[in-house]
């Protein structure tokens, strides 16, 4: 049998990491079974997330996805993420649903983004209305369009990378 060969240097991990498994809405497609009220007594703590992120810089990963539940309902989010910067880290991505932006996570996300290093990836823009009406029904699908339009407003220009129907996809242009 022969053996796979990786030339030094050239090997570049894809790191996906779940920041926590709480989020701001309950989707009945969320295949991690996130809502407002996930059990987060198991997540790192700042300390170890931080720590954490500063391993994940050491492996010098060709992309690093934060998502979740909600990446961003975290409080330390913006200091996981710029620690993350920080460490060497320069491919960012966010899977969120855009409800959630506080103006610390905003002005790191800015930062991050004029150095061309992020991609935001808004989730659970499906469309479905019913999937999200235990917390926020028809009101949470506008508002994560809301929270898209925020975004792309205070960080310009910001790449957006979105799997829809094509419903969404047609409101997405709207951005």
């Known amino acids: 049998m022969e053996r796979l060969t990786v030339m030094p240097g050239t090997f570049r991990p894809a790191v996906y990491w779940y920041l926590s498994f709480r989020c701001n809405l309950a989707c009945k497609h969320c295949w991690v079974d996130s809502s407002p009220?996930?059990?987060t007594s198991n997540d790192l703590t700042q300390t170890e997330a931080l720590?954490?992120?500063?391993?994940?810089?050491?492996l010098k990963p060709s992309v690093v996805t934060l998502s979740g539940g909600e990446p961003?309902?975290?409080?330390?989010?913006?200091?996981?993420?710029n620690e993350l910067w920080?460490?060497?880290?320069?491919?960012i991505r966010i899977e969120t649903n855009s409800m959630i932006l506080p103006v610390r996570v905003m002005e790191t996300l800015k930062r991050i983004n004029?150095?061309?290093?992020?991609?935001?990836?808004?989730?659970s823009m499906g469309g479905m209305w019913s999937h999200t009406r235990p917390y926020g029904g028809r009101k949470a699908f506008g508002e994560r369009f809301q929270g898209c339009r925020n975004c792309g407003t205070k960080i310009s220009p910001l790449k957006f990378n979105v799997w829809s129907t094509g419903l969404t996809l047609v409101r997405f242009w709207t951005l």
């Open 51 to 58: 720590a954490a992120a500063r391993k994940i810089g050491a």
């Open 37 to 39: 009220t996930f059990d």
């Open 86 to 91: 920080e460490s060497g880290v320069d491919n």
């Open 114 to 123: 004029d150095q061309g290093a992020l991609l935001f990836r808004p989730a």
């Open 72 to 81: 961003l309902f975290r409080k330390d989010a913006a200091e996981i993420l």
